[in-house]
């Protein structure tokens, strides 16, 4: 039965929340998760995304690609933080439909079998290639190298 439901809420998530995506066979998420991408997200085959966990940028990520629990992708540029004399709270936000600041055109890209530890943290314009590990709690700013493994805040190899 719960396997039956697991299968019900991935089928709901990929045809009716996230229609607007291109989403590929073999997709799960965990409860709690959200994906979010102003013009472009695309998510290759046999998808894994743990438990609170969030895509909030414009992200294409490859095939059998695992994240773990709590792994955020998230923007730079989410709020136009040099409108000098307005809070930043109100300040123009990517989600404004006439956003035109930074980041606008930054896609984060995420090669084929990369695997993203717990509570990691990748940044907006990011490219982590093929075959990757990236350590539980790391803070990826920088593109990776294939089939490395990078760990810490900022990530190293």
């Given at each position: 039965?719960?396997?039956?439901?697991?299968?019900?809420?991935?089928?709901?998530?990929?045809?009716?929340?996230?229609?607007?995506?291109?989403?590929?066979?073999?997709?799960?998420?965990?409860?709690?998760t959200n994906i979010w991408a102003k013009s472009t997200m695309v998510i290759g085959k046999n998808f894994?995304?743990?438990?609170?966990?969030?895509?909030?940028?414009?992200?294409?990520?490859?095939?059998?690609?695992?994240?773990?629990?709590?792994?955020?992708?998230?923007?730079?540029?989410?709020?136009?933080?040099?409108?000098?004399?307005?809070?930043?709270?109100?300040?123009?936000?990517?989600?404004?439909?006439?956003?035109?600041?930074?980041?606008?055109?930054?896609?984060?890209?995420?090669?084929?079998?990369?695997?993203?530890?717990?509570?990691?943290?990748?940044?907006?314009?990011?490219?982590?290639?093929?075959?990757?590990?990236?350590?539980?709690?790391?803070?990826?700013?920088?593109?990776?190298?294939?089939?490395?493994?990078?760990?810490?805040?900022?990530?190293?190899?």
């Open positions: 039965m719960r396997r039956l439901l697991r299968k019900f809420r991935d089928i709901f998530l990929v045809q009716i929340k996230y229609r607007k995506y291109k989403i590929n066979k073999g997709f799960h998420a965990g409860k709690r894994y995304l743990g438990r609170d966990s969030f895509i909030e940028t414009d992200c294409i990520i490859g095939d059998n690609v695992i994240f773990g629990n709590r792994v955020a992708v998230v923007g730079k540029y989410d709020h136009n933080f040099q409108q000098i004399g307005t809070p930043i709270r109100l300040a123009s936000a990517i989600r404004d439909k006439h956003y035109n600041w930074k980041g606008i055109d930054l896609v984060t890209r995420i090669g084929n079998d990369v695997w993203i530890g717990y509570g990691s943290t990748i940044t907006q314009g990011v490219n982590i290639h093929d075959g990757c590990l990236i350590a539980a709690g790391s803070v990826v700013t920088r593109d990776t190298e294939p089939y490395a493994i990078y760990a810490g805040n900022p990530a190293k190899k």
